[in-house]
């Protein structure tokens, strides 16, 4: 179950069987999808293509933050939730990161 401000744990994170991202090494791990767009909720709603409402949507993926609760006493939970967005990449393409896409596109 995410915290307040909806990050996991590690464990959960494990737990999920979900794939993950760790920016420092720059690659996926877990078992990861052929192909996938695979964005936060932020840049879901940047990039106009927003999550459902709270909890009503679940993650594809996640990305780890180290910085994730610095200045409080909860910094066990450094795992944003990413959704999948693949069948908006073709709109999205030219405006996405490297580590929003998973694999090569068909």
Known sequence: MPNEQGRFNRQEVLESGL????????RWNGTTYPF?????K??????????L???HEKPSAFLYSANAGAGTNDTSHRYHALYDRTDAYEEIKDRLHKRE??????
């Open 101 to 106: 896409i998973m694999g090569t596109p068909q």
């Open 19 to 26: 794939p993950y991202f760790i920016p420092r090494t720059g």
């Open 36 to 40: 996938a767009v695979l964005l936060s």
């Open 42 to 51: 932020t840049r879901c709603k940047e990039l106009g293509v927003p999550i």
């Open 53 to 55: 409402a709270d909890r």
